[in-house]
């Protein structure tokens, strides 16, 4: 069975940094991505990478989040820098899809890790 299993989430202050990791098992995808989801609103895409290395971002997160790969570990990262408030969102990996403008529709989630940014 196919599992993408997120962590790094947690509590931090505005300003703070964050590594989310996404570690993939029983498949290795090509391109792997990152969305996001506050309640009350939509899940948003933020980025993805391909297994060379290539990345895609949301613009509002160039600059402050950066993904990265460790392709012998099968695992994906996202690095959240200057967080802010509005960062406070469950944080999903997701993989087996196709990044095409400015979406990322995968088959592959996995069951989110919380971020919350406090003032």
């Known amino acids: 069975q196919v599992q993408l299993v997120e962590s790094g989430g947690g509590l931090v202050q505005a300003g703070g940094s964050l590594r989310l990791s996404c570690a993939v098992s029983r498949i290795i995808f090509n391109t792997m991505g990152w969305y996001r989801q506050a309640p009350g609103k939509q899940r948003e895409f933020l980025a993805t990478?391909?297994?060379?290395?290539?990345?895609n971002y949301a613009d509002f997160v160039k600059g402050r989040f950066t993904i990265s790969r460790d392709n012998a570990k099968n695992t994906v990262y996202l690095q959240l820098n200057s967080l802010k408030p509005e960062d406070t969102a469950v944080y999903y990996c997701a993989g087996g899809g196709t990044y095409y403008g400015g979406r990322y529709d995968a088959p592959y989630w996995g069951q989110g890790t919380q971020v919350t940014v406090s003032s």
């Open positions: 990478i391909t297994s060379g290395g290539s990345a």
